[in-house]
């Protein structure tokens, strides 16, 4: 599974920001797939994750601020970001699970500053 993890960027604090993770194959076949993030000096960590049933899960300071969701048909899970805040500046990589492996994608960054 080769994963396309896009959307990052600059962003003043209080802003929103779109990621996207496009997958080289149906989604379907994927159990799981998540974004995690990593800010500089610091472990990765989960963000939220999305079944291929659609259940998904938060990780608390990412609760009612982010949403995660996916499009079947292209293929791509997206990671909707909103109240963004300095705390939230990391490289944001997508993960999929597929059976008993998982596959990443690239990283992309976000940066919250004014």
């Known amino acids: 599974v080769q994963l396309q993890a896009s959307g990052g960027g600059l962003v003043q604090p209080g802003g929103s920001l779109r990621l996207s993770c496009a997958a080289s194959l149906s989604i379907l076949s994927i159990n799981y797939m998540g974004w995690y993030r990593q800010a500089p000096g610091k472990q990765r960590e989960l963000v939220a994750l999305?079944?291929?049933?659609?259940?998904?899960n938060y990780v608390d300071s990412a609760k009612g601020r982010f949403t995660i969701s996916r499009d079947n048909t292209k293929n791509t899970v997206y990671l909707e970001m909103n109240s963004l805040k300095p705390e939230d500046t990391a490289v944001y990589y997508c993960q999929a699970v597929r059976g008993i492996r998982d596959y990443w994608g690239q990283g992309t960054l976000v940066t919250v500053s004014s």
């Open positions: 999305i079944s291929n049933l659609g259940s998904t």
